[in-house]
């Protein structure tokens, strides 16, 4: 089946760091991924759409310049935490969708947990 | 935004029992996806049941949709200790350029 990868799983960084995570789809082109962020016992909130080749499109209230998302390739997309400070704190998740419009099962990564301390 | 709602918010069985959850959604959707997520782990999909069906069974797991009512709901059967886990809805609705929608989840205990 298809598989998208997230690294690192795990990152501890101080306030005013930047952290880029990085998710693959290892098996499949995903043209689309999009960027998820989950608070402790709370529900997937969709951050951004990544578009390869061109600029990624933000949900309302999310700041572009403080989640930075690159789609280099169409195997992967990246997300830069620029400045980040401890209410950045969660859990990140990306999916990529595969298959014909209307059929497409959205494949997710294994997350990348980002403490802020 | 969250599409809708998840009901129960939790729920306590006891294995080999059925576990019912409920989703409502608001908006006409392409499909809507049902995933599990295990504690501080990504979500695995289980099932994708398309605007246009109305039941479908994936071994112990049966997902129905009701387009009218922008509802559907997921019957895990003879429940096993390793169904613990949360578990959530995904609407991609129509235009939405395969965007989903997740409702609020429902986290699930089996017992032993």
């Known amino acids: 089946g298809a598989v998208v990868s997230q690294h690192p799983s795990r990152v501890i960084c101080k306030s005013g760091t930047s952290v880029k995570i990085e998710c693959r789809s290892l098996d499949f082109q995903a043209t689309t991924m999009f960027w998820y962020r989950q608070f402790p016992k709370q529900s997937l909130m969709l951050m951004a759409t990544s578009n390869e080749g061109s600029k990624a499109t933000y949900e309302q209230g999310v700041e572009k310049d403080k989640f930075l998302i690159n789609h280099a390739s169409l195997t992967l997309s990246t997300l830069t935490v620029t400045s980040a400070h401890p209410e950045d704190s969660s859990f990140y998740i990306c999916s990529a969708p595969r298959g014909s419009r209307g059929r497409d099962t959205q494949y997710f990564g294994p997350g990348t947990r980002l403490t802020v301390l | 935004s969250q599409q809708g709602e998840e009901d129960p918010q939790a729920l306590s069985i006891q294995e080999g029992e059925n576990a019912t959850m409920n989703c409502s959604y608001k908006t006409s959707i392409n499909n809507l996806q049902w995933y599990r997520q295990n504690s501080g782990r990504g979500l695995v999909h289980l099932i994708l049941?398309?605007?246009?069906?109305r039941e479908k069974h994936s071994g112990r797991l049966r997902v129905t949709l009701d387009t009218s009512k922008k509802s559907s709901s997921l019957l895990i059967t003879a429940s096993r200790a390793a169904d613990t886990a949360s578990y959530f809805c995904a609407t991609d609705a129509l235009a939405a350029g395969n965007k989903l929608t997740f409702g609020g989840g429902t986290r699930v205990l089996v017992k032993p």
């Open positions: 049941i398309r605007s246009n069906e």
